[in-house]
Every structure is written in structure tokens, then in C-alpha cells.
């Protein structure tokens, strides 16, 4: 009998990311030491963490220890973070162990099937609606992390067509991160940056209509032409070694002594109900502010919930077998969530160190004296700069966006420019930076090591780069409004 082994980070891929992460670490650290320190003064309004414009100042750079540096991953556990992290780390654990279930139950191997039968000679409109449904959830919601637990679906589908690894994340991942950054309703991003700029609620929806669906054909043209050369020579795929070994658990259904169909149909039709109220309370979550924060955690209970309740049903054997997987899963997990740890160190210590202010401070007195298509270009390029170490949109609209709309308004940017250009900066680098955690989930749950990512998708970032260039321009050529 085939040996399945769900979901599993492999020691190349972790490998990679470990010395990318660790060289960046480092590098933190090492501003520490040459940067001054600084700082802006902060109010909580409404619950919300906000910059006060104006109130900065250098003071003398606090003693932080070299060592520091190697315990920042433990430090972030107990620090200002740690809610969002262990939510974080939870989830990818339970999401590991809900697919080791689905692997060995089979059920992943009947779905897969069962899609494959329907849309075998349609696959490229089955590309098409799988991008759009990620897409939109991002687009309309601001849902990104919570997707990532369809990811490895996303995958087994690719393999069942004959794809790779690489293009499952882009339908899925890269598209829920594309949909994000295109908002058209987005609340964390475009509600509370327009909320910060005193713009009326979701206005300039038509651009943003128009961006959205740019954005849609770019990616499916892009992955479309890249599932056609994989089909005709597969070893074109930057991770055709990695996923030859686990290919052949995807693309067929096999029987075995504890594995029925009959069984796997009403276990299916079980976790279908349960995938629909997991959708129905992300959708919720878009309109209920408190159950938007309790999203995530719920989402991975449910799931590990459902995996449980379906594997059960679908005669998988024994307890004992069941919660040796389950716990098989999520050891599985832990290369990951050292990753995790890692990642978020990285903030953690230009806070700690005192400079992550000063840079904001420094780039903000650049923008200064710029004319109206420098300065959207330079507050493009700023914000992206800026999320490489704060990954939440909404958290970053809330610190910087009070410093920078002044300054727009001196160079004769509109606010709802300004808002766009943060939307850009905001958005598509989530599926570029390594401190970003829903991303290093997405490749955790994959074969895809963080430079083979790299090396796959710069191609589309920077054609989207150059794209959203363009529509600042156009957006500063027409004075996107209202003001």
C-alpha cells in the first residue's frame, strides 16, 4: 500500500528559508547598532494604536545586548505580538493535522477525483473560477490568511491535472494576495485607510473595479500560459524533483482494507457542510467586527472538527490509528512554525532596538519637495518598503497613514491616490517577503522552498508592479477623487 505523508515541509525547502530569515535577522540587528534611535509618540484612539504627526524624536539608543538577536523568536511569544502568534501557530498545527486525516482517509483522493471527472476536458475554466473565487474574497472581504487553509486543496487539484505545486499556490494563495491588494470593498485595508483620510466610505469603487479585473486577467493569463508549458514538458517546473515523490498520492483514487466508497461519499457530503459554514462565517466576518478577530481561530477548529467527523465516517479504522495521524499532522508542522517564529523576530527586533520609527521618519522626509507623480511613486515605493516589517494593513494605515496624508496634500496628491498607492504597497508584497506569515504558511503547507517561490513569481510582481505604476499615474493624471 502507498505511503501517504499529508502535509510536510521538506528539509530542502526549510533549509532555504531558514538561512534567508536568520541573513535578515541579522541584518535587523545590525541597524540596531548603526541607526539612531527614535521614535514617534503614539494615542490609542478607539482602541487603535495612531502615530501622532510632528511628535518625533531621537533620544539615546538603548542597550540591546547582541544575544538578543538569537532569542528574539522566543521573545516574540511573550511580547506585544503574542496573541497573533500563537493564533497563528495554532492554526497552522491544526491545519496540518486535519490534512494528514483527509490524505489518509482518502477523502482528499475523492474530491480530487471527483473534480477532475466533472471538468477534465474544462480544467482552464475550472483555473479561471478557482482564481476568481480567491480573488474575490480578498477583494471584497480582506480575507487572505484564512484561505491559506484551502491551499494544499488548491495543490492536490494541480497534481490531479498534471500541474505543479507552484501553479496550486498561485491559484490560490496568490490569488486570495492579488484579490487583497486589489480592493474593492476590502474593510482592513481600504475601510480604514479611507476612514484615516476622511474620504466617504468605499468611494472610487469604479477604478478599483477596473484594477480588480486587470488584476484578474494578468494572473490568469499568466498561469494559464505556465500550466500549457508544464503540461508539455513537465520538467520546466522549478520543483519537478519535489513533486514527483508526491504526486502519486493525488492523482488516483486507491482502495484499501479500511477505505470504501460508499463510506468516502457521505464523509464528503459531511465536510462539504462543514466547508460551507466555514465560508458563510467568513462572510460574517466581513459584517460582525468581533467575529472578524475570532476568524481565525475558529476557521482552524472547525477544520480540524471536520476533518475528525468526516475521517470517522469514512471507516478509517481505529481511534488509536486517528489520533496517531492527527498527531503525525501536526509534528509534521513544526519546521514551520520555527519559520513563523523567525519571521516575526524580525520586527521584533528593530522595535525592540528602536529604530523601526526612525526609518519611517527618514523616508517620510524624503516624500518632502517631490512633484504630485514623484511623490505617489515614492509613497508606493515607501509603503512597500514599510511592509516588509509590518505585515497587518490595518495596523500599518493606523501608524503611518496621519504622517503621510499631510504631505500628499502639500504635493498635490489626492487622498484617494494616497489611499491607492497604500492599497499597492500594502497588498502585493505579501506574497513577497519572507516575514510575512501567511505566506511562509502557504509554502510550509507545500513542497515550494521561499527562493524557488521567489524565482517563480518576480516575473508576474514585477509586471504588476510596473501595472500599478500605472494606474497611480493615471490616478494622479485625473486627480482621483472625490479629493
Not at 222 to 230: F, N
Amino acid at each position: 500500500m502507498q505511503e501517504h505523508q499529508g502535509l510536510k515541509i521538506s528539509k530542502k525547502s526549510f533549509f532555504s528559508s531558514l538561512g534567508i530569515l536568520g541573513a535578515f535577522m541579522m541584518v535587523a540587528g545590525f541597524l540596531t547598532k548603526v541607526l539612531p534611535a527614535g521614535s514617534y509618540e503614539r494615542i490609542l484612539e478607539e482602541g487603535r494604536e495612531k502615530i501622532v504627526p510632528g511628535s518625533f524624536q531621537l533620544f539615546q539608543r538603548p542597550e540591546y545586548p547582541f544575544y538578543r538577536w538569537f532569542t528574539a523568536p522566543i521573545e516574540v511569544l511573550f511580547g506585544k505580538d503574542q496573541v497573533t502568534i500563537i493564533v497563528i501557530i495554532l492554526f497552522l498545527l491544526f491545519i496540518g493535522a486535519s490534512f494528514r486525516v483527509l490524505d489518509h482517509s482518502g477523502i482528499l483522493r475523492y474530491i480530487m477525483e471527483g473534480l477532475v471527472q466533472r471538468f477534465e476536458k474544462r480544467k482552464y475554466v475550472l483555473l479561471g473560477l478557482m482564481i476568481f473565487f480567491f480573488m474575490s474574497f480578498g477583494a471584497l472581504f480582506g480575507i487572505f490568511e484564512e484561505l491559506i487553509i484551502l491551499v494544499p486543496m488548491a495543490v492536490a487539484l494541480a497534481y490531479s491535472f498534471g500541474w505543479d505545486s507552484l501553479l496550486g499556490l498561485g491559484m490560490s494563495a496568490m490569488a486570495s494576495g492579488f484579490g487583497f491588494a486589489s480592493a474593492i470593498l476590502n474593510p482592513f485595508t481600504l475601510g480604514v485607510s479611507q476612514s484615516i483620510a476622511g474620504l466617504p466610505a468605499y468611494s472610487g469603487s469604479l477604478f478599483r473595479i477596473l484594477i480588480f479585473l486587470t488584476i484578474y486577467g494578468v494572473l490568469y493569463g499568466y498561469l494559464t500560459l505556465y500550466a500549457k508549458r508544464i503540461e508539455k514538458n513537465p520538467s520546466y517546473s522549478l520543483v519537478y524533483e519535489e513533486d514527483r515523490k508526491r504526486k502519486e498520492q493525488y492523482v488516483r483514487f486507491e482502495k484499501n482494507q479500511h477505505l470504501e466508497k460508499g463510506h468516502l461519499k457521505k464523509a464528503v457530503e459531511v465536510y462539504g457542510f462543514f466547508l460551507l459554514g466555514m465560508i458563510i462565517l467568513i462572510v460574517l466576518g466581513f459584517f460582525i467586527p468581533v467575529l472578524s478577530g475570532l476568524a481565525l481561530p475558529l476557521l482552524a477548529i472547525l477544520f480540524l472538527v471536520a476533518s475528525i467527523t468526516a475521517g470517522t465516517l469514512s471507516n478509517y479504522g481505529s481511534t488509536k490509528i486517528l489520533m496517531k495521524d492527527l498527531l503525525g499532522g501536526l509534528v509534521a508542522m513544526l519546521p514551520a512554525v520555527l519559520l513563523i517564529l523567525l519571521a516575526m523576530s524580525i520586527k521584533h527586533i528593530m522595535t525592540e532596538g528602536q529604530v523601526m520609527d526612525v526609518l519611517l521618519y527618514y523616508a517620510a522626509e524624503r516624500l518632502q519637495g517631490l512633484s504630485p507623480y514623484q511623490g505617489v511613486v515614492g509613497l508606493y515605493v515607501l509603503i512597500l518598503l514599510l511592509n516588509f516589517f509590518v505585515g497587518s494593513g490595518s495596523a500599518k494605515a493606523f501608524l503611518v497613514m496621519p504622517i503621510l496624508l499631510p504631505l500628499t496634500d502639500l504635493l498635490g496628491i489626492t487622498r484617494q491616490t494616497a489611499v491607492q498607492a497604500f492599497l499597492f504597497g500594502d497588498g502585493f508584497s505579501n506574497l513577497l517577503y519572507p516575514t510575512n506569515p501567511t505566506l511562509m504558511i502557504a509554502l510550509g503547507l507545500t513542497v515550494v522552498s521561499y527562493p524557488k517561490w521567489i524565482r517563480w513569481s518576480i516575473k508576474i510582481q514585477l509586471l504588476i508592479f510596473f501595472l500599478s505604476l500605472g494606474f497611480l499615474y493615471l490616478a494622479t493624471r485625473f486627480s482621483y477623487g472625490p479629493f
